[in-house]
């Protein structure tokens, strides 16, 4: 008897250690001096209001035209031919446009074009316009 009570003692004590996992997580924070907080409780504002603040150097009003012109276009699957700032030509179908890229189907292959790199575009269709105006 003496000897079921040492293992029952026993095993209450493994469970109480707290090097055992039980199965829970215990969440550990570190204790950081005041200095090195990422926020100090000085600042109360909202941290968002930055961004409703209205500032000069934001993107003007869109009228959408590029987004309708896109959407357009992937619907009707147009092959259109992308010319970009090196004068490469790449010819495909829009599958996908972004504030910043544009997912051209090129045969079997896709490619990301930033819309920074490109000069213009036009409908392949189209062939390639006489009178370009940007040179």
């Given at each position: 008897?003496?000897?079921?009570?040492?293992?029952?003692?026993?095993?209450?004590?493994?469970?109480?250690?707290?090097?055992?996992?039980?199965?829970?997580?215990?969440?550990?924070?570190?204790?950081?001096?005041?200095?090195?907080?990422r926020r100090?409780?000085?600042?109360?504002?909202?941290?968002?209001?930055?961004?409703?603040?209205?500032?000069?150097?934001?993107?003007?009003?869109s009228?959408?035209?590029?987004?309708?012109?896109?959407?357009?276009?992937?619907?009707?699957?147009?092959?259109?031919?992308?010319?970009?700032?090196?004068?490469?030509?790449?010819?495909?179908?829009?599958?996908?446009?972004?504030?910043?890229?544009?997912?051209?189907?090129?045969?079997?292959?896709?490619?990301?074009?930033?819309?920074?790199?490109?000069?213009?575009?036009?409908?392949?269709?189209?062939?390639?316009?006489?009178?370009?105006?940007?040179?």
């Amino acid at each position: 008897m003496a000897l079921k009570r040492a293992l029952i003692e026993r095993k209450i004590a493994t469970r109480n250690d707290d090097n055992t996992f039980n199965g829970t997580r215990k969440l550990i924070r570190p204790h950081l001096p005041t200095v090195e907080r990422r926020r100090d409780p000085i600042h109360t504002e909202d941290p968002l209001t930055h961004a409703m603040i209205p500032d000069g150097h934001g993107v003007p009003e869109s009228s959408h035209a590029e987004a309708f012109y896109f959407q357009k276009q992937m619907q009707q699957q147009t092959e259109m031919t992308f010319v970009l700032e090196d004068g490469e030509q790449l010819h495909g179908f829009i599958q996908w446009y972004d504030k910043c890229v544009v997912k051209l189907q090129v045969g079997r292959s896709r490619v990301l074009i930033y819309k920074a790199g490109i000069k213009y575009l036009y409908k392949a269709s189209e062939g390639h316009p006489a009178n370009t105006v940007m040179k």
